[in-house]
């Protein structure tokens, strides 16, 4: 039997770029990729120029792999419907510690199209923290999903997801990537919020800081004060931009 595409969501970083390299040219599993598209993020022009050069790379390196690798599916973040139930769990877990806002809305994303996703969650994230006593494992390696008998009622709020890498870290994902021979694709993700005028990490988003946290430092330009006087610049031309657009 066919084998039904995963529908998992690709935002050009290293951690979904994994699993989605690993998925087609490892196990040999279809995909159905998701991209949100974020029109008040700087980033989303590079984001969407990095996931086709990526699906190249892919397809040059395995033809086949390239076909596993279906069509990009392409949702806007301000068309997704607003859900106030979904709302008030992420508000409820934003209040015991942060929680990315993203998670929100790819929440209402997951209910609106009646899909289950795959999430990149990793084992040093802070959900994970916040999961890990109420996942279950499924079907499959290392996959995991909330429990159906999950008593802390906000938690829900992930309820739709899968998590396919919650026992990995990015130097896993490398080790594994490097074995595997695709470590190259990985090497050619994107995750800086905020891009310089010549297309390069910018050095001072938070994804840059987490990459040095994350012990990836190598990916991320040096934070000096002329790269924090561009970034600070670029944040208000952008704000004024969209002000003015809206």
Known sequence: MEQSPVNTLWTSGWDS????????????IPVSPWYVMDENRRSTAVELRT???LRELIASK????????????VRRRKDIPTDSTITEKYDTLFARGYL??????????????NV??????????????MLMDYIVPVEGPGLYTLGQDVGDEPLRLF???????????????????????????????WFCHCPTLSGKACGWCAPCEHAREEGFGWRVPKATAVRRLEF???????????AFTR
């Open 17 to 28: 770029t994994y699993r989605i390299a690993d998925l087609v040219l490892k196990q040999r």
């Open 51 to 53: 996931l086709a050069g």
């Open 62 to 73: 395995d033809s086949e792999a390239g076909e596993l690798l279906g069509p990009l599916v």
């Open 100 to 113: 990315g806002k993203q998670y929100e809305w790819l929440a209402r994303l997951a209910s609106a199209e």
């Open 116 to 129: 289950e996703f795959e999430l990149g969650l990793k084992a040093d994230d802070r959900p994970t923290k």
């Open 159 to 189: 309820e739709r997801f899968f998590f396919p890498i919650l026992d990995m870290t990015k130097a896993d994902m490398m080790a594994n990537a490097r074995e595997y021979g695709f470590l190259d694709v990985l090497n050619e993700t």
């Open 232 to 242: 600070l610049a670029q944040k208000v031309i952008w704000k004024g931009r969209l």
